[in-house]
């Protein structure tokens, strides 16, 4: 499975629709992309997002009806991307991020 020129470092399944979400090692906006895939058909990706500066850390699912994706990365930004691989919504905090977690 191609995964671009970065190796994927995060993933999470959304397994409603049989798809998952890869963040990638990246620095300087090069490679730091969070990657929406289909299971029934590897290989190329349904989106690629390039909104984060340096890796992100962490991609997680929120929505149960629709693959919407939180992602979490050292350069300090949280997006929340769209399920056509737009930002809905994007925030800072004065410390980059290792990890994340949801409820349900």
Not at 24 to 32: I, L, P
Not at 39 to 58: A, C, M, N, S, V
Request: a negative charge; glycine letters at 8%.
């Amino acid at each position: 499975m191609k995964v671009g020129t970065n190796f994927a470092t995060t993933c999470d399944l959304f397994s409603q629709n049989d798809l998952f979400a890869t963040g990638h090692r990246g620095f300087n906006s090069s490679g730091s992309d969070v990657m929406l895939w289909s299971l029934k058909k590897l290989g190329e990706p349904i989106f690629t997002f390039t909104g984060h500066e340096f890796t992100p850390e962490t991609v997680r699912f929120l929505n149960h009806s629709k693959p919407i994706i939180a992602s979490a990365a050292k350069d300090s930004a949280i997006h929340i991307i769209s399920d056509s691989g737009s930002s809905i919504a994007s925030a800072t905090h004065e410390n980059g991020f290792a990890c994340m977690e949801t409820l349900s």
